[in-house]
């Protein structure tokens, strides 16, 4: 079964207690069925998962988009500055 790993940036680092979160992926066959699995694994993150970009290597990818070969979804919480 293939696995999905989640890698977590700032503030879904420090609310998840971990950089990286695995879980396996079932029948998820895009990037938004993969969130869906990791919210319903961690319902605390859900709500700043929404809110986050997600990255594939050096690219950003769309929730449509398939499931990384790799398995590895980078997700970037928005950023506040000037």
Do not use: K, Q, W
């Not at 950089?19 to 961690?42: I, K, P, Q």
Request: hydrophobic share 45%; charged share 25%.
């Amino acid at each position: 079964m293939t696995t999905i790993v989640f890698e977590l940036y700032a503030s879904l680092e420090r609310l998840a207690g971990t950089r990286e979160y695995r879980l396996e992926a079932g029948d998820a066959a895009t990037v938004g069925d993969a969130l869906d699995r990791l919210n319903a694994a961690r319902p605390e993150l859900a709500e700043l998962v929404a809110r986050c970009a997600c990255a594939s290597g050096d690219a950003i990818v769309r929730r449509t988009d398939p499931l990384p070969g790799d398995g590895r979804i980078a997700l970037l919480p928005p950023v506040a500055g000037g």
